[in-house]
């Protein structure tokens, strides 16, 4: 099994850059596609960036292309979100995810979820 407990988030200006990170326990991290996902208040948790189990590969949502980019480190067992131009519809409360193939992107196809960590953009 993972744990994974997400830290970084805070309050920022439109404009602003954040670095969010996902520490994972355990040893089979490697092993795992990891993935952002975000919830705002009264939306649907939705999917912003994956990336597979070495790395290679990456995917984002539309709306965070060219200014959210996922990573990982697999020998610190962490992944992370560095996230630039940060608007206010950023706003949400972020998810880092652990899937046993890459190229997931639906919440349901994870299997292990940290709790969380705010990040919430001001105008």
């Known amino acids: 099994q993972v744990q994974l407990v997400e830290s970084g988030g805070g309050l920022v200006q439109a404009g602003d850059s954040l670095r969010l990170s996902c520490a994972a326990s355990?040893?089979?991290?490697?092993?795992?596609?990891m993935g952002w996902f975000r919830q705002a208040p009264g939306k649907e948790r939705e999917f912003v960036a994956g990336?597979?189990?070495?790395?290679?590969?990456?995917l984002y949502t539309d709306s965070v292309k060219g200014r959210f980019t996922i990573s990982r480190d697999n020998a610190k067992n962490t992944v992370y979100l560095q996230m630039n131009s940060l608007k206010p519809e950023d706003t949400a409360v972020y998810y880092c995810?652990?899937?046993?193939?890459?190229?997931?992107?639906?919440?349901?196809?994870?299997?292990?979820w940290g709790q969380g960590t705010q990040v919430t953009v001001s105008s």
């Open positions: 990336i597979s189990w070495r790395g290679r590969f990456t």
């Open positions: 995810a652990a899937a046993t193939v890459t190229g997931r992107t639906a919440e349901s196809e994870y299997d292990y």
């Open positions: 355990g040893r089979t991290f490697s092993n795992y596609a």
